[in-house]
């Protein structure tokens, strides 16, 4: 299966994830170095305070990704290292940061994509009500302002926000990622707000005339099959997919919200021309994909009316199951129900078990491969049949703080040995190379 030449293979990290240097440089507290430190709320207390200490060896990972012939590299900016307060006064000394990491990318012919937010809002705006507070969406738009100012077209493709659902859901009502809320009402707001802010941060983006760069969003999309061909379970795909995918699609692309969200309560957030400022023109849309979910009926639940049932057959790591196919019916779905609008795949991969080598030098990970090998190809079959997929980014490009997971789980292309965090290329990273050096896969 050849791989087309204007087709982007890259790689993606997030700020907290990987950078470290929580208190250097001028950086204010985010939501997530708040949570990681309250007792109880990570896998064995484990924070981002070094994580993978990018900060300090963002070099040597520019020379990784060089060495593996990566050809773009999404990251995300840190909110509070640029704006400590969350607005304000900017701290030069985090926009430097970013400043020498973009111009070392190009040098090395690495195409940047920055994403503005990936979860990690500042502590001070959350201190102020955070995303349920309508002002946190203005506060991100002078955020975006500034970072759209000191890089222009720099940066060639900017991303908004990095998965909204995951934001406001695992974040206010199931109280499972930062601020650790369980509140229907917050989730809510907090939804409305980062989609305002969305497109507050668009507007902005359009104010600055840059020229060459490109503005979309991202959100993690999930293949919804019913577990039956009963009309109920039908029915409670449909709503499914209102939940998990149609909340943060429709309102971007169509300026509505689904009918099927009406019972929620959301009529009593939005005001009159939210809808109009969320949905501005985009350059292309974000999907990340991790899963299939296959929903059953469940009357005794009125207000979502299903359920989501385990996964079957082989799973990574996480307990999550392997559905190439999967991606391939919602990359479709997107083109054909909310296209045509260019489409990069920004998040896809799988934890599994890494061992290293006794001589520390190895790490064999086929499961990984077979699963890259499966879900790029399942891209590319995508795009032979029209669907305007510009690129595809591994999930992740070096094993890191994997949210309230801890260091459990690793993802990453590269193996990170946290005590000394040396660097250590997976079998899967010189299969990723090859791939990329050939323009082919094998399939």
Partial sequence: MRIPEDFVLGAATAAYQIEGAVAEDG????????????????????????ACD???????????????????????????????????????????????????????????????YHWDLPQALQDKGGWPNRDTAKAFAEYAHV??????????????????WCASVLGH??????????????????????????????????????????????NILTDIVPA????????????????????????????????????????????????????????FLGVNYYQQQKVQAQPNDPLLGFRALPPEGELTAMSWGIQPEGLYRVLRRVHDEYGPIPLYVTENGAAFEDVLSEDGQHVEDPRRIAYLQAHLAAVLKARAEGVDVRGYYVWSLLDNFEWAEGYAKRFGLVYVDYPTQRRIVKASGHWYRAVLERRALDV
């Fill in 54 to 116: 990018h900060y300090h060896r963002w070099q040597e990972d520019v020379r990784l990704m060089r060495e593996l012939g990566i050809q773009s590299y999404r990251f995300s900016i840190a909110w509070p290292r640029v704006l400590p307060n969350g607005h304000g006064t900017v701290n030069e000394k985090g926009l430097d940061f970013y400043r020498r990491l973009v111009e070392a990318l190009l040098a090395a012919g690495i195409q940047p994509m920055a994403t503005l």
């Fill in 147 to 164: 970072v759209f100012r000191t890089f222009g077209d720099q940066i060639p493709l900017y991303v908004t926000l990095n998965e909204p």
């Fill in 228 to 283: 039956s061909e009963d009309p109920a379970d039908t029915e409670a795909a449909s709503r499914a997919d209102a939940y998990f995918n149609r909340w943060f699609l429709d309102p971007v692309v169509r300026g509505t919200y689904p009918d099927a969200l009406a019972p929620f309560g959301l009529a009593a957030i939005v005001q009159p021309a939210d809808l109009d400022t969320i949905r501005q023109p985009l350059d």
């Fill in 173 to 218: 009502l199931i109280g499972v990622h930062a601020p650790g809320m369980n509140d229907i009402r917050a989730t809510l707001a907090a939804a409305h707000h980062l989609l305002l802010g969305h497109g507050l941060a668009v507007q902005a983006f359009r104010d600055e005339s840059l020229e060459r760069a490109r503005i979309g969003i991202t």
């Fill in 27 to 50: 950086r204010g507290e985010s939501i997530w170095d708040r949570f990681s430190h309250t007792p109880g709320k990570t896998v064995r207390g484990e924070t981002g305070d070094i």
